[in-house]
């Protein structure tokens, strides 16, 4: 049952506290924001179809309902303290469910079938909840200070001269390496107030939380992995990087055009087999980001009618703007020469609608935060060519870029 409820910031439905929380907030204000599990996604082929079984839905002329999660890198890696409690994640259908589109606002409940009586009671304290929500999302960030970072910034260096070496020997083409760094604030940051700071400072990326375990994962990306409206497909290679002062280097760039053309070329390959025809390859183009600039490629095509979301999303995940090609090489490559689990980042950051259509984007740009602890991950690709402390700047300059957001500085 779903009933129309006044516009409200929605990272502000954060502050809820439900578990797991999950919020997916597109540039331009359409958002959606789900609370709690009524049902998640279960394994194999039918899962889908599993999920929305049963289902039923008595407010057709209100947005459709929406499964919202986020799913790991690497199903089979095993979790470090850091991402225990945020794993397992996954694509849930939400109890309580937020939309946002096109200025209006609709609240979405969603209970068992035994349950169907309390609805409209349930559905009038709700509205009383919504009104009455403090605005978290402007609550001020207590300063922070960075943790040492001991001998990581010298390790990393030296992975990626060990990378460039394997390179050279033929084993591979790229591997993107990442890296974690942390501070610690005086006081617990909001994550309300937190994912509202990146949407200021970032306003055209999609903005994602996952909460579980007393922790958030919350992040501004700015690379979609896969669009699918209705039998449209729209993906996007995002790759090369320079701070936005420099933006103009990337087209000169042979290391960062060689770079992103090995991204476009495992796009094209991985939905060639899906797609109706395949689309003439486009030159790439500079994107302007808020402290960030990087040469982007779109790629559109129509789908199959026999292809579904989630198998687009797994023929594009992991991208060789997260993991490196060939795929499987670049993946051993890493978790040999990386020293923490990736957890939730990099991984796909998921909306998938009743009626087919989805959105998936890489969880990029983003922060653990574990009461006063937030953790930044940030990665670099490695082609021939590469230098260990150029690679490291560029983590360096994505960290910064959410750190300055939460007007911090390390």
Not at 299 to 306: G, Q, V
Not at 341 to 346: N, Q
Request: with cysteine; glycine share 8%.
């Amino acid at each position: 049952m779903a009933i129309e409820v006044d516009p409200l910031p929605p990272e502000r439905l954060l502050a809820l506290g439900a578990e797991p929380a999950a919020a997916f907030i597109a540039p331009g204000g359409d958002a959606w924001v789900g609370l709690g599990a009524a049902r998640w996604l279960g394994p194999g082929a039918d899962a889908v179809a599993r999920l929305w079984s049963t289902l039923h839905d008595d407010s057709p002329s209100a947005p459709p309902p929406v499964a919202l999660g986020a799913l790991p890198y690497r199903a089979d890696e095993l979790p470090d303290a850091l991402w225990q409690g945020l794993l397992p994640a996954g694509l849930m259908l939400p109890e309580r469910l937020y939309i946002q589109q096109g200025g209006r606002a609709w609240w979405r409940l969603t209970l068992p079938a035994d349950q169907a009586g309390t609805l409209r009671g349930r559905m009038a304290q709700q509205r009383a909840v919504l009104a009455a929500l403090a605005a978290d999302e402007t609550l001020p960030l207590a300063a922070a200070v960075p943790l040492a970072e001991d001998d990581g910034p010298g390790r990393y260096a030296q992975a990626v001269t060990q990378a460039v070496e394997r390179i050279r020997r033929g084993e591979l083409v790229k591997v993107v390496l990442a890296r974690r760094r942390a501070v610690v604030f005086d006081a617990p940051p909001v994550p309300a107030a937190v994912l509202h700071r990146l949407g200021q400072s970032h306003p055209d990326c999609v903005r994602y939380a996952w909460q579980r375990g007393g922790k958030s994962w919350l992040g501004a990306t700015p690379e979609t992995l896969v669009r699918l409206d209705g039998r449209q497909l729209r993906t996007e290679a995002l790759a090369g990087t320079r701070p936005a002062g420099r933006a103009a280097e990337l087209l000169a760039s042979a290391k960062d055009l060689h770079e992103h053309t090995i991204v476009v070329d495992a796009l094209r390959r991985a939905i060639a087999p899906l797609v109706q025809r395949l689309p003439v390859t486009q030159p790439p183009v500079v994107r302007a980001l808020r402290g960030l600039a990087h040469l982007h490629t779109a790629i559109e095509a129509t789908l199959h009618d026999r292809v579904d979301f989630l198998r687009l999303v797994q023929a594009l995940h992991p991208t060789p703007a997260v993991c490196g090609l060939p795929a499987a090489n670049a993946a051993a490559l890493l978790a040999a020469l990386e020293r923490d689990p990736r957890g939730l980042y990099a991984g796909p950051f998921v909306r998938l609608s009743a009626r087919g259509d989805g959105h998936a984007v890489v969880s990029l740009r983003g922060v653990v935060l574990d009461g006063r602890l937030a953790v930044f991950p940030a990665g670099a690709g490695i082609v021939d060519g590469s230098e260990g402390e150029a690679e490291l700047a560029e983590t360096r300059l994505k960290q910064q870029v959410v750190l300055d957001a939460l007007c911090c500085t390390a």
